[in-house]
């Protein structure tokens, strides 16, 4: 088990540690191509996220459809069954991690990187209709095959398909980590936390959710994400507009401090590192890139199955889950957390010792904070790690003094055996499992503190919102998934094999909800990883061909007929 975990951290460092040194940071290479991507589709199609976002608003409504165009599924249910892939775990907890190690300007970011991404979403999606494969018989997806598979097969050549098998491979192989155990486990996980529900029960409900849904194939996955999305979304948008009408006098000095800390951030609860511009730019990038998945090819699939003639038509429908995902929901919860303030604060903390949040670090002379790996003793007097020592961290930060008791009326002397996971005072050999102390919070127990926070003026319940949304989140991304890796499996193995993988995906959703799945969520970022790759290749070729379906698209306005 070590050696492959050895592999997974060496795979994950090739895909996302390599990359262009600049300022002594690295900017992964997988970046660098998504964001030049980006440019380079909003350049050669002039802007075409800002020329036709209101036309796109009007065909998702259904002012335009036709009843009788080929397609599984109308406009506004297939940008709703990429809409509860895309809008998920990550609006809540990856934005909380953006602030958490770029502080507020992280926030400026993502809206560059979401306003690159809807040209990018305009372009996959577009080739994506026009390449679709329309069969009767297409299996039990629906009538409609289509993705990045089906494009680079049939827009670069018959000589690509090995490149196309590709990625359809390592998409569906994703499918069943990111996209469905690791939602599922998430979700069990946010469960826990709250109340006392076993794992195995959490499961169990959510798989049978999951199976009642998916087995019925894209049109009731259409069917149950228009109303899913837009009630998840709603509920959530509306609790944070609440936070923001109560904290109103401190919106727009908020706006200021986020457009102020983009250029010249300053250090924040991370140490001195977090003040580098680069690092504030990179880590609002990664969250947009990843929070409205922009150039990863999985949208595409979702929308090929869209009713339409035009392919272009959904193409302008796509372009809107960028700004609705990022520019709209990620800009609500970074608001709430830097407003409430939670974001810097440090709150009273139990740690477990063989908590995956709990880390140690080592702090240099110029202030930065390094990582180091289970250190054999850490020793502490009077609550204070030795000075020059490892210190323990939660969420990567050092804890400045530890206790041994949850009131913090014990300062804990004695030593921490980090292999062992366990502490011993001084003058007593029982063992000591758990310690506590005043820690900063990151991700989704971030943002559910912020809601708690900030709605606390009219009563406690902020951070239960916060746990359904995670809920409805989680179920809602594995069932956009779950039809993702359909059309994979479809692709390479045919018709046949995609109710045995349907089956197989419940059951991976029931055993990411009682594992541990730390290992397989870096497994699934090194296959997102790779298969960006051919799919932004195959956006950059055929460039000309997607000028040419728009330029005739608006010249010939089919819409008016």
Partial sequence: MERVEELVKTLSHLVWGVGIPVGGETIPWVVVALLGTGVWLTLRLGFIQLRRVGHGIAVASGKYDDPSDPGDVTHFQALTTALSATVGIGNIGGVAIAIHWGGPGA????????????????????????????????????????????????????????????????????????????????????????????????????????????????????????????????????????????????????FG??????????????????????????????????????????????????????????????????????????????????????????????????????????????????????????????????????????????????????????????????????????GDDAPITTLHGDAVESGAPLTMLAFRRGLSGIGDFGHYIVLLCVVLFGVSTAISWSYYGDRCVNYVLGKRATVPYKIIFVVMHFVGAVVPLSLIWELGDVLLGVVIVPNLIALVLPTPKIKELVDSYFERKPWKR
Avoid at 192 to 205: L, R
Avoid at 212 to 221: E, F, H, S
Avoid at 334 to 355: F, N, Q, S, Y
């Fill in 257 to 426: 401090l986020i457009f102020r800390e983009a250029f010249n951030p300053q250090a924040g609860v991370a140490g001195t590192g977090v003040g580098a511009f680069l690092v504030t730019m990179m880590w609002g990038v990664k969250r947009g890139l990843f929070s409205n998945e922009a150039g990863q090819g999985s949208a595409p699939i979702a929308h090929a199955a869209a009713r339409t003639d035009e392919p272009v038509s959904e193409g302008v429908v796509a372009l809107l889950e960028p700004f609705i995902d990022t520019i709209l929901i990620c800009t609500m919860t970074a608001l709430v957390i830097v407003i409430t303030g939670v974001w810097k604060d440090r709150i009273a903390t139990e740690m477990p010792l063989d908590d995956g949040d709990l880390t140690y670090a080592l702090q240099e002379a110029d202030g930065e904070l390094k990582d180091v790996k289970e250190p054999r003793d850490v020793h502490v007097r009077h609550g204070y790690p030795s000075v020059g020592g490892p210190q323990l961290a939660w969420h990567d930060i050092p804890v400045e003094r530890l206790y041994t008791d949850a009131a913090h009326t014990r300062p804990f002397t004695g030593v921490i055996d980090a292999e062992g996971h366990s502490a011993k005072s001084k």
């Fill in 107 to 254: 926030l400026f970011w993502t809206w560059i990187t979401a306003g690159l991404g809807m040209a990018t979403k305009f372009a996959e999606v577009t080739l994506a209709q026009h390449y679709r494969q329309v069969d009767k018989d297409a299996g039990g997806g629906g009538t409609i095959a289509g993705g990045p598979m089906y494009y680079i097969e049939r827009g670069l050549g018959p000589s690509w398909k090995p490149l196309a098998v590709f990625f359809a491979v390592a998409l569906g192989l994703t499918a069943f980590l990111t996209g469905d155990g690791v939602q599922a486990n998430t979700v069990a996980d946010s469960v826990k936390a709250m109340f006392p529900v076993d794992p195995w029960i959490t499961g169990a409900i959510s798989a049978s959710v999951l199976a009642a849904v998916i087995l019925g194939g894209i049109q009731r996955i259409g069917k149950v994400t228009a109303i899913l999305a837009p009630a998840m979304a709603l509920t959530y948008v509306a609790a944070a507009l609440l936070v923001l009408i109560i904290h109103a006098g401190e919106v727009l000095p908020t």
